[in-house]
């Protein structure tokens, strides 16, 4: 290889990883048209960063309906895990994001999908006392009795972690 091939590939690489770097924070920032106009371009939607982020775990970690709802009929993976084991669902429960949890339920994410050490979408939205979460999520047949790697429900977790309204919608269950 010449130094000019050199010198391009490394050109090639910096513009590559920008605009990775870019779509990545599009999905972030919630910017529909940049990524509708990528996913129109042959963008794959399960695109995933160098920390198993996809854009759908970015788009609805930060509460992006729009971009999340682009991606999911793109066919982006609702059950696509991180490195951390964590998927879309959990994140949208552990901010209390009814309208992101609902949105995910419905395009066939598992209510009673595990992270590695057990817990479901529904101990993380009980654990943060996200009461409006957590009555969605028992209705969608999430298992109040699930338990945790130590053993721990969504209602002891929640009171453990001094949960004021959860933990007694829990236990009526």
Same mark, same amino acid.
Do not use: C
């Given at each position: 290889m010449s130094d000019d091939d050199a010198a391009a590939n490394a050109e090639l690489d910096e513009a590559t990883i920008r605009l990775a770097t870019e779509i990545f924070n599009?999905?972030?920032?919630?910017?529909?048209?940049?990524?509708?106009?990528?996913?129109?371009?042959?963008?794959?939607?399960?695109?995933?960063?160098?920390?198993?982020?996809?854009?759908? %775990?970015?788009?609805?970690? &930060?509460?992006?309906?729009?971009a999340t709802r682009l991606l999911l009929e793109q066919g982006a993976d609702p059950e696509m895990y991180n490195d951390n084991g964590h998927h879309p669902l959990s994140g949208a429960a552990?901010?209390?994001?009814?309208? %992101?949890?609902?949105?995910?339920?419905? &395009?066939?994410?598992?209510?009673?999908?595990?992270?590695?050490?057990?817990?479901?979408?529904? %101990?993380?939205?009980?654990?943060?006392?996200?009461?409006?979460?957590?009555?969605?999520?028992?209705?969608?047949?999430?298992?109040?009795h699930a338990t945790d790697s130590r053993g721990m429900t969504a209602s002891e977790l929640a009171s453990a972690l001094g949960a004021t309204q959860t933990p007694a919608m829990l236990d009526a269950v």
């Open positions: 599009s999905a972030r920032n919630g910017e529909s048209e940049k990524l509708r106009g990528w996913l129109a371009q042959g963008l794959p939607p399960n695109m995933r960063n160098d920390k198993g982020d996809s854009l759908l %775990m970015l788009a609805s970690y &930060h509460g992006h309906l729009e552990f901010k209390g994001d009814f309208a %992101m949890a609902e949105l995910l339920i419905s &395009h066939g994410a598992s209510v009673n999908a595990r992270s590695p050490d057990d817990k479901t979408a529904l %101990m993380f939205a009980a654990m943060f006392d996200n009461a409006e979460v957590v009555d969605f999520l028992l209705a969608q047949d999430a298992d109040p």
